[in-house]
């Protein structure tokens, strides 16, 4: 059930790649009150597509792993995920998830099914991921893969069996939320 909600003020404080907002609104509380203002800033980078890929012809799910700055201090930078992108203004999330299967990874999407779709991290951005379970096959490979170096994305292809991936899960060697449940997905699927 949606409460009252209502914006004071809203401004744009950075606009680039993406955009940072300013917000001051009040919203109903539980006994019906109305809270006293609140000043939060909210992160909009758009949505996004992300997979776990799956190849029919060997058994083995196909991730990557790629340079992602805000993970540097923590981690060291390095990423291992389930392939992902952005979904540009007006796109169709299965048509863009086509996309980025082969960009990063060089196969054209055999299967492609819907799991579910969630905030990434609703407390601070707007983003929306659209989560898919994809099969290829060795007969569906087209490129190599490894991104658009003009999009700076220089990506390895990583290839993982059952076993591996469920170790990978349990030791947290993949430490991305979407990937996680996506991964998740399809130990239970295949698992």
Same mark, same amino acid.
């Given at each position: 059930?949606?409460?009252?909600?209502?914006?004071? !003020?809203?401004?744009?404080?950075?606009?680039?790649?993406?955009?940072?907002? !300013?917000?001051?609104?009040?919203?109903?509380?539980?006994?019906?009150?109305?809270?006293?203002?609140?000043?939060?800033?909210?992160?909009?980078?758009?949505?996004?597509?992300?997979?776990?890929?799956?190849?029919?012809?060997?058994?083995?799910?196909?991730?990557?792993?790629?340079?992602?700055?805000?993970?540097?201090?923590?981690?060291?930078?390095?990423?291992?995920?389930?392939?992902?992108?952005?979904?540009?203004?007006?796109?169709?999330?299965?048509?863009?998830?086509?996309?980025?299967?082969?960009?990063?990874?060089?196969?054209?999407?055999?299967?492609?099914?819907?799991?579910?779709?969630?905030?990434?991290?609703?407390?601070?951005?707007?983003?929306?991921?659209?989560?898919?379970?994809?099969?290829?096959?060795?007969?569906?490979?087209?490129?190599?893969?490894?991104?658009?170096?003009?999009?700076?994305?220089?990506?390895?292809?990583? !290839?993982?069996?059952?076993?591996?991936?469920?170790?990978?899960?349990?030791?947290?060697?993949?430490?991305?939320?979407?990937?996680?449940?996506?991964?998740?997905?399809?130990?239970?699927?295949?698992?």
């Amino acid at each position: 059930m949606n409460k009252k909600v209502s914006v004071l !003020e809203s401004k744009i404080v950075f606009d680039d790649f993406y955009k940072l907002e !300013e917000a001051t609104y009040t919203y109903e509380m539980l006994n019906g009150e109305m809270t006293e203002p609140v000043t939060r800033l909210c992160f909009h980078r758009g949505n996004s597509v992300a997979g776990i890929v799956y190849n029919t012809s060997t058994s083995k799910a196909i991730l990557v792993r790629q340079f992602r700055y805000p993970a540097l201090q923590a981690d060291g930078g390095w990423v291992t995920e389930v392939v992902a992108g952005m979904l540009g203004d007006g796109e169709d999330a299965t048509e863009a998830m086509k996309r980025e299967v082969e960009e990063e990874i060089g196969y054209e999407v055999s299967v492609i099914q819907y799991i579910s779709s969630f905030y990434a991290s609703p407390g601070g951005s707007s983003e929306k991921v659209f989560l898919y379970y994809i099969e290829v096959s060795d007969d569906t490979k087209v490129s190599e893969g490894g991104g658009l170096a003009h999009e700076s994305e220089h990506i390895e292809v990583l !290839e993982y069996s059952i076993d591996e991936l469920k170790q990978a899960t349990a030791t947290d060697a993949i430490p991305d939320a979407k990937s996680i449940i996506a991964c998740n997905y399809l130990l239970a699927k295949r698992g």
